[in-house]
T-cell receptor, first 108, second 110 residues
Framework: KNEVEQSPQNLTAQEGEFITINCSYS?????LHWLQQHPGGGIVSLFM?????KKHGRLIATINIQEKHSSLHITASHPRDSAVYIC??????????WGAGTKLIIKP | DAGITQSPRHKVTETGTPVTLRCHQT?????MYWYRQDPGHGLRLIHY???????DKGEVSDGYSVSRSKTEDFLLTLESATSSQTSVYFC?????????FGNGTRLTVT
């Protein structure tokens, strides 16, 4: 069993829809990161969470430490949000354990 | 952008030749990482560094070595390149809650 599980693996939605991507982990963590990678592109850190909730524009990330679960939400989705979204947890040795990624396609 | 520059951005080399990839950062981040990204595998850690001259192996370190003689530079060397090392290589830095990635180096070994 992977230490970091993301769901869904693939997600296709219509422009404007509310998007949720989930991440569950089974190890102790110091923080959880959400990252974005566009096709053929670089990797951008969206959020680092150790508790609670963070919001940046149309993106919202939450984490429940007790349940070892995090969600990334996108409100009013747009085709430019199409990308791979990756959850990664950081352990106490500053090592990142990666989820497999969620490929999101937003259709106009 | 945390000022991470990877060089070269693209390289084609022949099997058996040594190759060095450079990661340069301007933010004085303590932790630096080298990853490779291949279809179907996501990001896999090659080597990482906790500071100057303090490095350790990741999960796919065979055939790779690293050096960090200055805070700002983390070099990845393929001692004798093989076709299985054809990949996209990403450098990353982390310090005080800030995680950043370089734009990647696409390496092709023929």
């Amino acid at each position: 069993k992977n230490e970091v599980e993301q769901s869904p693996q693939n997600l296709t939605a219509q422009e404007g829809e509310f998007i949720t991507i989930n991440c569950s982990y089974s190890v102790g963590i110091s923080a959880l990161h959400w990252l974005q990678q566009h096709p053929g592109g670089g990797i951008v850190s969206l959020f680092m969470l150790s508790s609670g909730k963070k919001k940046h524009g149309r993106l919202i990330a939450t984490i429940n430490i007790q349940e070892k679960h995090s969600s990334l939400h996108i409100t009013a989705s747009h085709p430019r949000d199409s990308a791979v979204y990756i959850c990664a947890v950081m352990d106490s040795n500053y090592q990142l354990i990666w989820g497999a990624g969620t490929k999101l396609i937003i259709k106009p | 952008d945390a000022g991470i520059t990877q060089s070269p951005r693209h390289k084609v080399t022949e099997t058996g030749t040594p190759v060095t990839l450079r990661c340069h950062q301007t933010e004085n981040h303590r932790y630096m990482y080298w990853y490779r990204q291949d279809p179907g595998h996501g990001l896999r850690l090659i080597h990482y560094s906790y500071g100057v001259k303090d490095t350790d192996k990741g999960e796919v370190s065979d055939g790779y070595s690293v050096s960090r003689s200055k805070t700002e530079d983390f070099l990845l060397t393929l001692e004798s390149a093989t076709s299985s090392q054809t990949s996209v290589y990403f450098c990353a830095t982390f310090w005080r809650g800030s995680l950043h990635f370089g734009n990647g180096t696409r390496l092709t070994v023929t």
